[in-house]
Every structure is written in C-alpha cells, then in structure tokens.
C-alpha cells in the first residue's frame, strides 16, 4: 500500500480539513519536497471566504512555502535530497509573448502552485524544479518562508521606478503594507507614510522604517500625510485595493504621480475618480506577483537584517491545526501566520 500523507482541503472558513492521500512520486523534471513552513496569505482566507476572484473552491492551499528535497526526478539532478529550497509558485508557460519578453509573473496561461493547483499544506509534494530556489546559506526556515510574501512588495517598488529621494504613501499595513515599507526604504524612498485602521499595525510600520503612521479613517487623512510627507505623495501603494483606498489614493498622490495597485482586489467593478486621473496625469497600475530577480532582492533584505521576523510572523500552528491558522490570519491584529509541519 502506497504511503500516506496529510494534505490540507480548504472547501470554506468553515470546513478546512485534513485529508489523507498517497505520496506524491515525482515526474522526471521535478522535486519531492517535505514541508517545513507554509504562511497564510490574504489570498488564502479570501479564497476560503469565496472571495477570491481567480481561486475557486475546493482548493488546497500552499504557495508561501520552505521545505527540504527528499528526491529528484531523472531531470532534476542539480537538485540533491537534503537540500533546502523556497517555493517561488508561479506557474507559466514559456511560451507566451508575456514569457518570451521574461514578464512570466503575468504569463496567458499563468496559474498559481497552491491556489490552482494543490499546494504545499502538505508533508510532501512535487513541483517543477524550476519553480523553487535554493535557500542561502545563513538564512533561516522562518526567514525563508517571508521570502514569496516580501518579493511582492518588491516588484511592486520596481514598477514604481527609481524611489531615490521621493515620497511614498502605503495604504494598510498588513504583512504586503509592511514589507512594501521595507522595500521602498531599500529603494531609497526619502520619506514613507502608511495609513492603517489599527494601531497595532500602525506601531509596527514605524518599527519597520516608516516615518510617519495614520488612522486610515482620518476625515483629514490627506492632509495630514501631506504634511507629513512635505506634499503629496510621488508615489502611491495601495495594499488594500477597495473602493475607499483608491479613493484615498487619488486624494493623496501628487499630480503627474503614480498609484501602484498592490492588494487583491474583489471581484466587480471598483469606482475610481477618472476626472482626477485625467486633470492630474496620475498614472494606475497594477502589479502581480514577481519574477526570480525579485526573490533574490527578497532574499538579500531577509538575511542583511533589514526584516526583524519577529515584527512580521505573529502566530504558528501545526498541520492538524491548518482551521485554526485560516482563523487566527482572520484577526487583523495578527500579521503573518505560520503552519509548521512535522512529518510525514
């Protein structure tokens, strides 16, 4: 009888489950990989909330992920068993302009490992082992597993282009609004105000390099972080990505300046204000997900210092314990939960 491990199946918040399957084999161009870390993702609780506008239900979930190589397939022999490895989960094609062009974080036919397809909520799984990265020596699982969640944010800052000396506004602070603070700084941001509802969050933004943290529901929210910032935001990171933020985001930005839509937004139609976007030459543009230059950025603020784990992962869970991880990252006051796994 084939191996049998535990894998996590998310059909909604309330029925998270564990099931049991046999091993996972994998095909010549792949891993097998025993999980160690596996974060809760916004997208994860939205998705489980049925909010998600590109993950469906059933789904099993995974895609911020550490583990360890337990075996190679014939094809992926520059990978050795015992070896550490961050899962980077886009899933492309190749062959697409998108991917001729090395845009693959917005391929045709992209689809996401732990959204799309099964994860690594899991003890073991394969994946192609061009999808994963090698963890740097002196770098720790926890700070391994904050690897996909911070490269976002980075190529988030890249697509605002050169930050040096200008103005930053980011809108939310959890851990994508958090690590958007860092990667701006890291681009040479002169000066960076987050807006947040909860002072937690807030508390945390300053810790992390923000130079100034406001009530996001301040009736003088713009004017206070224009005076803040000494004028209106060059540039904008909307982490949020709802009605109001963009509303905020508008009213903040400078004219001629640049929103970068950062958060996920619901599914439907978002009211912008397209007489100031066009009275003022603002720019909109969204960002999705990352490419590999952008997991080694990640990578180097991880292990220079410049991320103090301890502000970002606030909670752990075992595997049995996946429910309560989904719940616990449905508490704003908490920022990056963990699943550990232990096993198979």
Known sequence: MPQQIRRILVRSLDDIVVERVPAPVPGNDELLVRTTLVGVCGSDTHAAAGHHPFIDLPYRPGHEAVGVVVATGR???????????????????????????????????????????????????????????????????????????????????????????????????????????????????????????????????????????LPAGAPDLAGRAHAALGGPADVVFDCVARGQSMAQATDLVAKGGHIVVVGVGAAGPTPVRLDLVQDREIRIEGTLMYTAEDYRTAMHLLTSGAVDTAEIVTAAYPLEEAARAFSASLDLEQVKVLVTVDGP
């Open 75 to 213: 094809g992926a022999g520059y990978f050795a068993p015992g070896e550490r490895v961050i899962v980077e989960p886009n899933l492309y094609c190749g062959e697409c302009a998108q991917c001729r062009s090395g845009r693959y974080n917005i391929c045709q036919e992209l689809k996401v490992f732990g959204c799309q397809t099964p994860g690594a909520l899991t003890d073991l799984f394969t994946i192609p082992a061009g999808r994963v990265h090698r963890v740097p020596d002196g770098m720790t699982d926890l700070q391994a597993v904050l690897v996909e969640p911070l490269a976002t944010p980075v190529h988030a800052v890249a697509k605002a282009g050169d930050l040096t000396g200008r103005t930053v506004a980011v809108l939310g602070a959890g851990p994508i609004g958090l690590f958007t603070v860092v990667a701006a700084r890291h681009a040479g941001a002169a000066r960076i105000v987050v807006t947040d509802l909860l002072e937690s969050k807030r508390t945390r933004a300053l810790r992390l390099g923000a130079d100034d943290a």
